[in-house]
């Protein structure tokens, strides 16, 4: 690392000492299960314990993660964690399903998100980041922005621009006053859940949120139904709602995919999709603000391209920053993978129906894999010192046959809007006052993030 490499150190959870007794878990796993980590998770690279749910073991070693989430990947599922907090909204999409289910459909949309078809989106990306921008009207002074809604609202009008052609029902406002209510309420471990307590015994907060379900059910569903009789008239748009209701299984028996399926697969690319691209963005631009020098190349940065397809490769400090701020802070900190069979990982014995944790929180922030794991970086992802890191030791998109399908889009997203927005302002903390990690399906900030915006005076004309 030089010289003149940034030494921010953003604010970090305390790390427990001790071991957690059933009652303090629960309400930990409830409220926030980053507190449930403790120093020896980042120093040591399997934890084999009883946990109170039972015998779990937390992988770290990279050789450990790639054994479960690839080389293994057949012998270990999701297990029903995940399927009982998420699955009221997702049940049948990507995220959720296993077996060949999953496989179909994996076959029939995996073309539609490489790079190479994600780059057919850049123009519309970069229109929708723009607007946004311009909505700010910098240039009538200083404006402190509520940075989670801004990012959640940009993010998901360019889900909706790109993927349905803005044919949503509802405004974005709407949906993502649903999404918090059910991320804050409904999408949490309930400590009945932990203890395996049967589905007839009502969570209270997946009661609470049952609207929320509804209210993006119905929006969706319609939205399909709605394109399927506009493709049956010849007239639909280009766009991934066509495609993938126009998709077949060429590999297999040439069907395509349901309604339904269509349905809880666009619900899962709003879910999994635009919260985690929003927190990223909102990361990013937390520690811009702590990191002058950081922040001064950035700029210089943005304004040499020029919003073509092609200079997005030229952008390597954006992509560095940015996967820094993944690293720093995960949108999905944890991943739960259950054993179907007997297994042993790095000579720790793993027994059918046992949990394994990966936890890209932890891997990411593990001592024994980065040098001054706390501290932001951002040189550690430029092209010449990339190669030095373990494809398995950086884990924000997952990894093996389940790694997120939407990765390429999502870096694509987070670096023009980043962009778009150092071409136009200088992002200000406004408070010494950092905002704090909070793990509620996705990583968000404790309190709201507010940063300034201020209209950038060293650009030519300005
Ligand atoms: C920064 C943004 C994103 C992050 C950090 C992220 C992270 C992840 C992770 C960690 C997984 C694996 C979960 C597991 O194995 O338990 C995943 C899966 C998935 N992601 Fe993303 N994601 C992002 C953006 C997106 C976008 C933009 C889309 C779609 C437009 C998307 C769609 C999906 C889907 C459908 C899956 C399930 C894939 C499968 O199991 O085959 N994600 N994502």
């Not at 909706?160 to 949490?188: C, I, M, P, W």
């Amino acid at each position: 690392m030089t010289a003149a490499a940034s030494t921010f150190r953003p604010w970090t959870p305390p790390r427990r000492t001790e071991r957690l007794s059933l009652l303090p878990f629960l309400w930990q796993s409830w409220r926030d299960p980053l507190a449930i980590w403790g120093e020896a998770h980042f120093q040591e690279l399997y934890i084999s314990g009883q946990s109170p749910l039972g015998r779990s073991l937390v992988v770290s070693d990279p050789a450990g993660v790639r054994h479960v989430l690839t080389d293994s990947a057949a012998n270990y599922v999701k297990g029903d964690l995940q399927r009982r907090v998420l699955g009221p909204m997702l049940a049948d999409g990507l995220l959720l399903t296993e077996g060949e289910q999953w496989r179909r459909a994996r076959r029939i949309m995996a073309p539609l998100f490489t790079p190479a078809h994600t780059t057919r989106t850049v123009e519309a990306m970069d229109r929708v980041c723009r607007r946004r921008v311009e909505g700010w009207r910098l240039q009538h002074g200083a404006r402190v922005l509520n940075i989670d809604s801004e990012m959640s609202g940009l993010t998901f009008d360019i889900l909706s621009a790109t993927l349905f052609s803005d044919d949503l029902d509802g405004d974005a406002a709407g949906f993502e006053k649903a999404l918090n209510h059910f991320l804050a309420v409904g999408a949490r471990i309930s400590p009945l859940d932990a203890l395996k307590a049967p589905d007839w015994i009502p969570r209270l907060g997946r009661v609470a949120s049952g609207g929320d379900a509804r209210f993006f059910k119905e929006r969706v569903n319609a939205l399909v139904a709605r394109r399927r009789a506009r493709l049956e008239q010849g007239d639909a748009p280009d766009d991934l709602l066509t495609a993938l209701l126009s998709a077949r299984d060429e590999e297999g028996d040439g069907s395509g995919l349901s309604n339904h399926e269509v349905a809880s697969n666009i619900l899962t690319f709003i879910l999994a999709g635009h919260e985690t691209t929003a927190r990223t963005l909102g990361w990013t631009l937390h520690l811009i603000s702590r990191d002058r020098r950081v922040a001064d190349i950035l700029k210089a940065e943005a304004d040499a391209w020029d919003r073509s397809a092609g200079g997005l490769r030229d952008l390597i400090w954006h992509r560095a920053v940015i996967e820094e701020a993944m690293r720093l802070f995960p949108p999905a900190p944890a991943m739960i993978r259950q054993a179907l069979e007997d297994d042993v990982i790095g000579g720790h014995e793993v027994k059918a129906g046992q949990s394994v944790l990966i936890a890209p929180w932890v891997i990411h922030r593990h001592e024994k894999l980065w040098a001054e794991p706390d501290a932001f970086h951002p040189e550690r992802f430029l092209p010449e010192n990339r190669k030095s890191i373990d494809r398995y030791a950086w884990l924000p998109f997952s990894g093996g046959p389940r790694i997120c399908i939407g990765a390429a889009f999502a870096m694509q997203e987070a670096i023009i809007a980043l962009a778009e927005i150092l071409k136009a302002a200088e992002v200000e903390a406004i408070t010494p006052v950092e905002p704090r990690p909070i793990h509620q399906v996705t990583l968000r900030s404790s309190r709201t993030m507010r940063l300034r915006l201020r209209a950038r005076r060293d650009q030519p004309g300005a």
